[in-house]
Every structure is written in structure tokens, then in C-alpha cells.
Nanobody, 120 residues
Framework: QVQLVESGGGLVQAGGSLTLSCAAS????????MAWYRQAPGKQRELVAT???????TYVDFVKDRFTISRDNAKNTVYLHMSSLKPEDTAVYFC??????????????WGQGTQVTVSS
């Protein structure tokens, strides 16, 4: 079993910054891709950013130049630094990770989510 726990959410004013963290734990042999998604009220969950084990990040257009994804492989942790936040960034942010557990069993796990609220 692999567990993901997000932290760092909260209330911030428009234009402000916030950094989310997501730590993975369990019988992890290797984590490949880590990602952040978000889900606003009444909307579907959407991809925000992904990062490979080698550190290559990709972003959806609406967060480019504002959000930065990074990871610490030694800590099995992924981060999302968010700046120039807008009210429309308000959502529950989820992290996701896939890779291999011991005995070479693949995993694909989600965190429980952390609320980010941006006030205007």
C-alpha cells in the first residue's frame, strides 16, 4: 500500500502565493510520475502539472508561468509552488503518484486533497 498525504493548503488573497506538499509513504520501490490535480466545486477534476522522476515538469496552460512543480526523490515528496493566485484557482488540490512497490507491484495512488481558497 502506498499513501499520499497533502499539506499546505489554506486561504490566501488574490495575487498571493502558497506552496503545497505531498509526501508518499509505504512499500515504495520507485516513484515514476507525480502530479497535481484540482477540483473546483461543481467541476470535474483536472490536471494541473506533472513531473517525471528526472525532474521534467509539464503544466496546463492556465497555470504556466504561475505554478512550479518540483520533487525530492529522497523524501518521496512532490511540491507545487503557486504564485499570482487568482480566485479561479480555488479548488481542492490532489496529488497523484505512480510507480512500483516492493515485489515489483505497480501502484497508482491519490492523496485525500487539500483545500486552497483564493479570496478576491
Amino acid at each position: 500500500q502506498v499513501q499520499l498525504v497533502e499539506s499546505g493548503g489554506g486561504l490566501v488573497q488574490a495575487g498571493g502565493s502558497l506552496t503545497l506538499s505531498c509526501a508518499a509513504s509505504g512499500s515504495i520501490l520507485r516513484i515514476d510520475v507525480m502530479a497535481w490535480y484540482r477540483q473546483a466545486p461543481g467541476k470535474q477534476r483536472e490536471l494541473v502539472a506533472t513531473i517525471t522522476r528526472g525532474g521534467s515538469g509539464t503544466y496546463v496552460d492556465f497555470v504556466k508561468d504561475r505554478f512550479t512543480i518540483s520533487r525530492d526523490n529522497a523524501k518521496n515528496t512532490v511540491y507545487l509552488h503557486m504564485s499570482s493566485l487568482k480566485p479561479e484557482d480555488t479548488a481542492v488540490y490532489f496529488c497523484k503518484a505512480d510507480g512500483l512497490q516492493y515485489r515489483l507491484t505497480p501502484f497508482d495512488s491519490w492523496g485525500q486533497g487539500t483545500q486552497v481558497t483564493v479570496s478576491s
